[in-house]
T-cell receptor, first 115, second 111 residues
């Protein structure tokens, strides 16, 4: 079965510092999408950043960037200048190996930003 | 509000009762997904629709579960004869393509 692995159940970072969340995945496809979603406490899941596998350039969205290593099947998220509002569960997800666009999620990393 | 809307937000039910949840997707999105999320885990895929057609169901979706999307608009997820193991957050998402937009979820507690 297709899997996504997040090996860090919890992370903590000081406000204004930088933190990196890890994710590995498996797929036999060549073209696919990878995502990081943020789920704040008791709030809905929102998309943080998206990477298309055929693009060599790492995606960046303001303070959020990814390190996409296609050969290693690694997809880490870097949050720069961490803010208190970044406190949330972060889920890495890959697109399933079919045309459905359904998502395969990792188990999540709980990030706490300390003031 | 043009986001994905789910109703109810919370549902407490006794074991053995039937429950139904509703999802209103973003209007121009033709794909609609249901996921289940248990405490401390990532969401797991249950089923999805393209317009009104239900194209895939996960093995997680036992015969006590049924989902519909009449006319390709809102969707309902019904659980019959609920069991304690059904307690979870049920998430709905809609998408025009690869990027999914999630609702706030319905938290089901079976007592």
């Amino acid at each position: 079965a297709q899997t996504v692995t997040q090996s860090q159940p919890e992370m903590s970072v000081q406000e204004a510092e930088t933190v990196t969340l890890s994710c590995t995945y498996d797929t036999s496809e060549n073209n696919y999408y990878l995502f990081w979603y943020k789920q704040p406490p008791s709030r809905q899941m929102i998309l943080v950043i998206r990477q298309e596998a055929y693009k060599q350039q790492n995606a960046t969205e303001n303070r959020f960037s990814v390190n996409f290593q296609k050969a290693a099947k690694s997809f880490s998220l870097k949050i720069s200048d961490s803010q208190l509002g970044d406190t949330a569960m972060y889920f890495c997800a890959s697109e399933a190996m079919d045309s459905s666009y359904k998502l395969i999620f990792g188990s999540g990393t709980r990030l706490l930003v300390r003031p | 509000d043009t986001g994905v809307s789910q109703d109810p937000r919370h549902k407490i039910t006794k074991r053995g009762q039937n429950v139904t949840f509703r999802c209103d997707p973003i209007s121009e999105h033709n794909r609609l997904y249901w996921y289940r999320q248990t405490l401390g885990q990532g969401p797991e895929f249950l089923t999805y629709f393209q317009n009104e057609a239900q194209l895939e169901k996960s093995r997680l979706l036992s015969d006590r579960f049924s989902a519909e999307r009449p006319k390709g608009s809102f969707s309902t997820l019904e659980i019959q004869r609920t069991e304690q193991g059904d307690s979870a957050m049920y998430l709905c998402a809609s998408s025009p393509g690869p990027e999914a937009f999630f609702g706030q979820g319905t938290r089901l507690t079976v007592v």
